[in-house]
């Protein structure tokens, strides 16, 4: 069980997470957070469950979290920032996590857009979700799926050789409270700057990122493109050299040479 009390001891916000809604069994926390938005849920509020059993991923895929183990959260915002913004929301929160896992010892890497990644395995994912009104980001969920106490047994066969958790990582155990208050704590810093830190978090995530000037798959729709991952464009977007020519994508998945 998760205990709220002890995230909220360990926050340093102002706003994000002074609500929490926690649940012990929980279809999906970004389902859940859209719901009670419509409930009248303040922004900052956190939703939280112990037993995601039918988490979204990008793409309409599942994420899979084991009960007790992982932290499976999603986070609401009420904001005015520019609709323009959308692309840089699983890019702030990537740097987010990151900054929050550096505490603990735990140097991660990011991959465009939203994968967070240990020794070439992905540990987490963000799936950030937004409705805009006029040209203004009105309401937004950052959901994130990190796996923080899973054994290898805990992960399916189909999954064992791509998927990691901190515990197999580091080899201990982590308080799954403490890693939520720190993502908490970094992630109203980062937003509260918006937009002008923009360049501040382009250059965390670039320092961060595991195929930065390496060779990828880019699939974007039906397309697919063999380039080199150059760096992120202004609105968060990637750019990949194609022979000798850059292009901007908003949208598609990054595979490495190897895949990751």
């Known amino acids: ?3 709220t009390n002890l995230v909220q001891a360990n926050l340093k916000t102002r706003v994000l997470g ?10 999906s926390t970004n389902k859940e957070a859209w719901k009670i938005i419509k409930d009248g849920a303040k922004s900052g509020t956190v939703v939280i469950t112990d037993n995601q059993v039918s988490g979204k991923g990008r793409g309409n895929r599942q994420w899979i979290a084991s009960p007790d183990k992982s932290l499976t959260f999603s986070l609401l915002l009420f904001s005015d920032l520019d609709a323009s913004l959308t692309g840089w929301l699983p890019i702030l929160s990537g740097v987010a996590v990151k900054m929050a896992l550096m505490k603990f010892n735990m140097p991660i890497q990011l991959k465009w857009p939203n994968d967070l990644i240990f020794n070439r395995k ?3 994912g963000i799936l950030c979700e937004s409705k805009v009104k006029g040209n203004e980001l009105k309401q937004i ?49 980062l937003i509260k700057g918006m937009p002008n ?40 977007s990637a750019i990949i050299n194609h022979n000798g ?10 595979f490495e040479s190897i895949p990751i």
């Open 141 to 189: 969920v950052i959901g994130i799926g990190l796996n923080v106490n899973e054994t290898m047994d805990d992960f399916d066969d189909s999954i064992q050789s791509t998927a990691t958790s901190l515990h197999i990582a580091m080899n201990k155990f982590y308080q799954r409270e403490r890693i939520l208050a720190e993502i908490l704590n970094a992630l109203e810093s």
């Open 245 to 254: 020519k850059e292009s901007e994508y908003y949208s598609g998945e990054i």
């Open 197 to 236: 830190n923009c360049d501040l978090i382009r250059s965390e995530w670039e320092s961060a990122c595991g195929h930065m000037n390496e060779p990828v798959e880019f699939h974007h729709g039906a397309g697919l493109v063999n380039g080199v991952f150059k760096s992120l464009g202004n609105a968060g």
């Open 18 to 27: 002074q609500r929490i809604e926690y649940y012990t069994r929980l279809e």
């Open 1 to 3: 069980m998760l205990f």
């Open 122 to 124: 992905k540990v987490g």
